[in-house]
């Protein structure tokens, strides 16, 4: 068989391009950094939220309020009245961060939603981030609304409520990172639900009622829940000469479980998107 060299070809004859070589060293699509990828997502999250969400952020504040009405009954003052008020304010974190966000995580995961942000050039931790911030960012006015009307009730100082903050983006954190890994861990929407409401019960009965009432052993399992710290943090700053390394220390606890939370929130994420 005789090969024909390329002089050998008329001047001006075509040639065929190599198409099948040059698509396949086509480059693709650079990722997205993080940082640009989490705030587009935090921006669609708030955006898609605030309409469907305000409501509920209305019933999670005036639970809170109402708590602390019935508790004033029982509660005069004291450490005891710092506990109630600093517990219904981290409520109302709770129930969005960590009640909803489930919700919301176990309902995307079940109806092919994680299928949507998988074909888009956004890192796994973005997407967690991003709607973990978009939902916690909701509980920013129930809370300051909360602790003002209990500090009012209660006879609590109003000079450190500067605090929230603080208490706010650490605590929501980390019951958003656990309520964005229950939602995607969970088999079905229900259970998703059903987590996230127990959830949402055991920061109310653990965080609101004061510590010192409570049996031994529940205790212990107050010591394990996230919001806990958040609560501690708030409530020594009602004192009159609040331990800020206390403090301090409070919200490095709540930083570390977000830290953590959130990394096992964005590994369950990659797990459940390549299903």
């Known amino acids: 068989m005789s090969t024909v060299s390329a002089e050998a070809l008329p001047t001006g004859a075509p040639t065929v391009p190599a198409r099948a070589d040059e698509d396949a060293a086509a480059p693709l699509a650079p990722r997205a950094r993080l940082l640009p990828a989490l705030a587009a997502v935090y921006r669609a999250q708030l955006s898609r939220a605030r309409v469907a969400r305000i409501p509920l952020l209305f019933v999670a504040t005036f639970q809170s309020v109402g708590i602390m009405v019935l508790m004033r009954g029982v509660v005069d003052g004291g450490s005891e009245a710092r506990a109630v008020v600093a517990g219904s304010t981290v409520l109302v974190v709770a129930f969005v961060a960590?009640?909803?966000?489930?919700?919301?995580f176990g309902q995307l995961r079940a109806t092919?939603?994680?299928?949507?942000?998988?074909?888009l050039p956004v890192p796994p931790a973005a997407v967690v981030l991003g709607a973990a911030g978009?939902?916690?960012?909701?509980?920013v006015p129930g809370t300051a609304?909360?602790?003002?009307?209990g500090s009012v009730l209660f006879g609590l100082p109003l000079g450190n409520l500067w605090i929230l903050a603080a208490v706010v983006p650490l605590a929501g954190a980390a019951l958003a990172g656990l309520g964005a890994a229950l939602g995607l861990l969970a088999p079905r929407p229900e259970l998703a639900t059903l987590l996230g409401q127990l959830g949402m019960s055991a920061a109310?009965?653990?965080?609101?009622?004061?510590?010192?009432?409570?049996?031994?052993?529940?205790?212990?399992a107050r010591d394990l829940l996230p919001s806990t710290y958040g609560v501690e943090a708030l409530a020594r700053t009602f004192a009159p000469h609040p331990d800020w390394a206390a403090v301090a220390?409070?919200?490095?606890?709540?930083?570390?479980?977000?830290?953590?939370?959130l990394a096992v929130a964005t590994g369950a994420?990659?797990?459940a998107a390549v299903r």
Do not use: K, M
Request: with cysteine; proline share 5%; hydrophobic share 50%.
């Open 204 to 220: 109310l009965l653990l965080g609101v009622l004061p510590a010192e009432r409570l049996p031994g052993p529940i205790g212990w």
């Open 269 to 271: 994420y990659r797990r």
């Open 145 to 149: 609304v909360t602790a003002v009307i």
């Open 249 to 261: 220390l409070d919200l490095g606890v709540c930083a570390a479980v977000g830290v953590v939370s």
């Open 112 to 119: 092919g939603g994680l299928d949507h942000y998988a074909t």
């Open 134 to 139: 978009a939902y916690a960012s909701f509980t």
């Open 98 to 104: 960590l009640n909803l966000l489930a919700q919301y």
